[in-house]
């Protein structure tokens, strides 16, 4: 169909359906969320009216990734796409006009979803058969106990620390940690995948041993610890992914590293954060007793004033936890496509 022609079709239809548009939903399926009326979104928006956004543009062709929530630079190219092939200005932004336009579009048959998908299909998610493990780090009241830092070794170290407190909010680290670990088991589980989680509020008492045992027990995939970091210096900076060494975990150490270095990426590119280098630590008890390939997540500096806001951001929350959610899915998809040769 000629470009003019569409324009002329959307253009037409366009005003009529901005009055009476409530949701667009016209032709599409009936369990097809719904889209916003009357809201732009664009770059750096979060939530389940990205969700439903996304699912729009995939389902239709225009986006290829998964519905993570995050209004990324993939889902900007997306709606261009699908901004130029309604004839309306191209400016990545979903907003009322552009949704009326697609509104009209559904309603004339210029665009079709195609047939839906078996039940089978539909309920098996990308990540569906994984068990993944999240770690809120910390909790409410120390243990100044000693544990062995790993099997058959002699060295000891704190059961569970305190953890860090926000310079300019307050905040202790175990609350962060906790409220980033709730938004990821979310999107995790919206995706198919079994999730674990070591705490699901801060009146606990669980060593970093224990942790790691829990997460052994329950026979998981994988799993992630989410900490937030500190430091002498207010000015000093930054995000770093942490994973065990091969002195103390070898059995682990080729997957953990494939999994933190995805991490590394995902989390940079969901939240811009400054990445400091991906490390191997041989002192982490919960590195040391796991079975399973695992990597802690240092969100940032609690000590660094900038950084100790933005981690108390809901919508930066969001993005720490959209980071970690696409570091895992790359990690599966790795695994799933790599031999076993290629995980160095």
């Not at 006009?97 to 309920?123: H, K, M, N, R, S």
């Amino acid at each position: 169909m000629p470009f003019p022609f569409r324009r002329a079709l959307a253009l037409c239809c366009m005003f009529a359906a901005l009055l009476s548009l409530c949701s667009v939903s016209f032709a599409a399926p009936e369990d097809m969320p719904s889209l916003p009326a009357g809201e732009i979104l664009s770059v750096g928006d979060f939530g389940d009216d990205v969700i439903s956004l996304q699912l729009h543009l995939r389902a239709l062709g225009f986006y290829g990734e998964e519905a993570a929530g995050l209004f990324d630079r993939k889902t900007h190219d997306a709606v261009i796409a699908l901004q130029q092939f309604l004839g309306v200005k191209a400016d990545g932004a979903f907003g009322p006009i552009t949704a009326a336009a697609y509104a009209a579009a559904l309603e004339t048959g210029l665009l079709v979803f195609p047939e839906p998908e078996t039940e089978e299909t539909e309920a098996a998610g990308p990540l569906s058969g994984y068990v993944i493990g999240i770690d809120p780090g910390h909790q409410l009241i120390p243990d100044a106990g000693l544990e062995e830092i790993a099997p058959n070794v002699e060295r000891t170290k704190q059961r569970q620390s305190p953890g860090g407190t926000g310079i300019k909010t307050g905040t202790r680290e175990h609350r962060i940690n906790l409220m980033v670990a709730e938004k990821l088991r979310d999107l995790l589980s919206a995706q198919g995948a079994s999730v674990i989680m070591t705490r699901q509020n801060a009146d606990v008492s669980l060593s970093n041993k224990e942790r790691a045992l829990m997460m052994n027990e329950a026979g998981v995939d994988v799993w992630v610890r989410l900490h937030c970091d500190s430091a002498s210096s207010a000015r000093e900076n930054g995000a770093r992914v942490l994973i065990p060494s091969r002195t103390y975990n070898a059995a682990v150490y080729r997957e953990s590293f494939l999994l933190g270095s995805c991490l590394q990426q995902s989390f940079a590119d969901a939240t811009g954060a400054s990445m400091m280098p991906l490390r191997a630590l041989m002192d982490q008890t919960g590195f040391n007793w796991s079975a399973s390939p695992v990597a802690a997540i240092e969100m940032g500096m609690l000590s660094n004033p900038q950084e100790d806001i933005r981690l108390n951001r809901d919508s930066y929350q969001n993005s720490c936890a959209a980071g970690i959610f696409n570091g895992l899915v790359a990690y599966f998809e790795l695994l799933e496509t790599a031999d076993e040769g290629d995980i160095s």
